[in-house]
């Protein structure tokens, strides 16, 4: 495949994941601050956040499972999973946790269980999405060209 | 006295998540800023050269202690929401030890919650950032820097000048020997 075609591939992709909700304009923000001095900036950042995402859903269903739930620490860990979300512009596992807070601040153990299924299921479904968008960007980068960029 | 070339100015960052940490380093970078970015508020007050209260025995918690500072500072931007040392917290004892509490505080929040807000701003906070914080925020901070560069020059004009006008004179008008008047 061409160069320019990988690119207008990598480029729909990319729409296709802020049309579909999946994420958000901070992602945009992260690719901004992407240049040649630090060319693996979001790659980096994205890392972070599956194992973050991963340890936090760990501790979740930890938290979740005992006889007695301590609110308080399914908030603090729920209110972490918002944070780094948010920052990565992971718009619908964002949006899973203010729902998890909410249901947390009510001591709601039904809603609070279905919404960490929700949550994973959403975190698998993005977790795939960049993925595969780092492997086509990475595609191009070995093929001489630039990662083209969304204007939002 | 006048500086050949202008070094950077250096910011401390302080957020518990290392994500953030990441970003926020990466948006000052980008705005040639140099940073040091650690986790806690802890941290930021050793850094700073802040002894905490709980170490020393003797001094009521009221006195501020002074900062032995080994490093320039001339901003902090914190994150509120942390383990142990909230952004608030820290913003206060900066501002109630006597060499830091001129430098500017930046406070970023994940939460929209206006009473943080106005207390945060209202206790010495010179800006409040809700995340995720943007390169737009950050070119906020220049100002709040180059104002108090401004005033920390003034301060140190009204010193060297004191210096200089002082004269020790003992009550038979004689300047006594084992005194000495400082120049700059």
């Given at each position: 495949?061409?160069?320019?075609?990988?690119?207008?591939?990598?480029?729909?992709?990319?729409?296709?994941?802020?049309?579909?909700?999946?994420?958000?304009?901070?992602?945009?923000?992260?690719?901004?601050?992407?240049?040649?001095?630090?060319?693996?900036?979001?790659?980096?950042?994205?890392?972070?956040?599956?194992?973050?995402?991963?340890?936090?859903?760990?501790?979740?269903?930890?938290?979740?499972?005992?006889?007695?739930?301590?609110?308080?620490?399914?908030?603090?860990?729920?209110?972490?999973?918002?944070g780094s979300s948010s920052s990565i512009g992971a718009q619908r596992v964002k949006n899973c946790c203010i729902a998890f807070?909410?249901?947390?601040?009510?001591?709601?153990?039904?809603?609070?269980?279905?919404?960490?299924?929700?949550?994973?299921?959403?975190?698998?479904?993005?977790?795939?999405?960049?993925?595969?968008?780092?492997?086509?960007?990475?595609?191009?980068?070995?093929?001489?060209?630039?990662?083209?960029?969304?204007?939002? | 006295?006048?500086?050949?070339?202008?070094?950077?100015?250096?910011?401390?960052?302080?957020?518990?998540?290392?994500?953030?940490?990441?970003?926020?380093?990466r948006l000052l970078k980008t705005s040639s800023f140099h940073v040091t970015a650690v986790d806690s508020g802890s941290k930021?007050?050793?850094?700073?050269?802040?002894?905490?209260?709980?170490?020393?025995?003797?001094?009521?918690?009221?006195?501020?202690?002074?900062?032995?500072q080994d490093v320039e500072v001339n901003l902090i931007i914190t994150d509120y929401c942390m383990p142990e040392m909230t952004?608030?917290?820290?913003?206060?004892?900066?501002?109630?030890?006597?060499?830091?509490?001129?430098?500017?505080?930046?406070?970023?929040?994940?939460?929209?919650?206006?009473?943080?807000?106005?207390?945060?701003?209202?206790?010495?906070?010179?800006?409040?950032?809700?995340?995720?914080?943007?390169?737009?925020?950050?070119?906020?901070?220049?100002?709040?820097?180059?104002?108090?560069?401004?005033?920390?020059?003034?301060?140190?004009?009204?010193?060297?000048?004191?210096?200089?006008?002082?004269?020790?004179?003992?009550?038979?008008?004689?300047?006594?020997?084992?005194?000495?008047?400082?120049?700059?």
């Amino acid at each position: 495949m061409e160069v320019d075609q990988m690119q207008r591939q990598c480029l729909d992709y990319t729409k296709s994941l802020f049309l579909e909700g999946f994420l958000d304009g901070q992602f945009v923000q992260l690719q901004q601050l992407q240049d040649e001095n630090n060319p693996d900036f979001v790659v980096e950042v994205v890392s972070l956040f599956f194992e973050d995402s991963e340890r936090l859903l760990n501790d979740l269903t930890f938290a979740l499972d005992q006889k007695s739930i301590d609110f308080k620490k399914v908030d603090a860990h729920v209110h972490q999973l918002k944070g780094s979300s948010s920052s990565i512009g992971a718009q619908r596992v964002k949006n899973c946790c203010i729902a998890f807070r909410n249901f947390c601040e009510e001591q709601n153990i039904d809603a609070c269980l279905s919404c960490l299924q929700q949550v994973k299921q959403e975190y698998c479904h993005v977790k795939n999405k960049l993925e595969t968008l780092i492997r086509l960007e990475q595609q191009i980068v070995a093929a001489g060209g630039s990662i083209p960029t969304m204007e939002f | 006295m006048g500086i050949a070339a202008e070094a950077p100015f250096h910011v401390l960052a302080v957020d518990d998540s290392l994500i953030d940490r990441m970003l926020i380093e990466r948006l000052l970078k980008t705005s040639s800023f140099h940073v040091t970015a650690v986790d806690s508020g802890s941290k930021a007050l050793k850094l700073l050269g802040l002894v905490e209260d709980e170490q020393i025995n003797e001094e009521p918690p009221s006195i501020a202690l002074e900062a032995h500072q080994d490093v320039e500072v001339n901003l902090i931007i914190t994150d509120y929401c942390m383990p142990e040392m909230t952004g608030y917290d820290l913003l206060r004892k900066i501002k109630e030890s006597r060499s830091l509490k001129d430098i500017p505080v930046v406070i970023m929040s994940s939460e929209n919650v206006p009473s943080r807000i106005n207390r945060c701003l209202e206790d010495g906070a010179d800006e409040f950032f809700l995340k995720p914080v943007q390169l737009s925020d950050v070119n906020k901070l220049r100002p709040h820097l180059l104002k108090s560069k401004v005033k920390d020059e003034e301060d140190q004009q009204i010193h060297d000048k004191g210096i200089n006008e002082t004269e020790v004179i003992a009550p038979d008008k004689t300047i006594p020997k084992n005194i000495v008047t400082k120049n700059g």
